[in-house]
C-alpha cells in the first residue's frame, strides 16, 4: 500500500495545521495508523497511533493535549490535528500503517508501510 501524506508548512508559534494521510488501493480501516516526524539530526519518534477499529489512541507526551489523531473512513483519510504549536514541533512527518495488529504500537519498526513525509516548520 502506498501512503500519500499532505498539510504541512510554514506556521507561526501557537498556529495549527492539519495534516492528512491518504492510503492508496486500500482502506484505513484495513490498518492500524500513526503519526512519526524526524527532525534533522535526530531519530524518528512517535507522534500518535490509532487502532484499526478506533478507540483510545496513543499519543507520544510531548503532543498531549495539542495533537489530536483521527480518521474519517468514508474519505479514507486518516488526519493530525496539531494545535498550540511550538518550534520544536519542527520535523518531517510521516504516516505508517502497521496491518491490524493486535497491539497498538509507538515503534516505528512495527509500520510496515510508510509515506513519503510532509514537512512542518514552526517559527518562534
Known amino acids: 500500500v502506498q501512503l500519500q501524506a499532505s498539510g ?7 498556529g495549527s495545521l492539519r ?27 512517535f507522534v500518535a497511533a490509532q487502532r484499526w477499529s478506533g478507540g483510545k489512541p496513543l499519543y507520544a507526551t510531548s503532543v498531549k493535549g495539542r495533537f489530536t489523531i483521527s ?18 514541533d519542527t520535523a518531517a512527518y510521516y504516516c ?17 508501510y510508510w509515506g513519503q513525509g510532509t514537512q512542518v516548520t514552526v517559527s518562534s
Do not use: H, I
Request: one cysteine or more; proline letters at 6%.
Open 19 to 45: 495534516l492528512s494521510c491518504a492510503p492508496s488501493g486500500r482502506t484505513v480501516s484495513d490498518y492500524n495508523m500513526g503519526w512519526f516526524r524526524q527532525a534533522p539530526g535526530n531519530q524518528r519518534e
Open 8 to 14: 504541512g508548512g510554514l506556521v507561526q508559534a501557537g
Open 96 to 112: 505508517a500503517a502497521d496491518p491490524r495488529s493486535a497491539t497498538l504500537y509507538y515503534t516505528a519498526v512495527e509500520y510496515d
Open 71 to 88: 480518521r474519517d473512513n468514508a474519505e479514507n483519510t486518516l488526519y493530525l490535528q496539531m494545535n498550540s504549536l511550538k518550534p520544536e
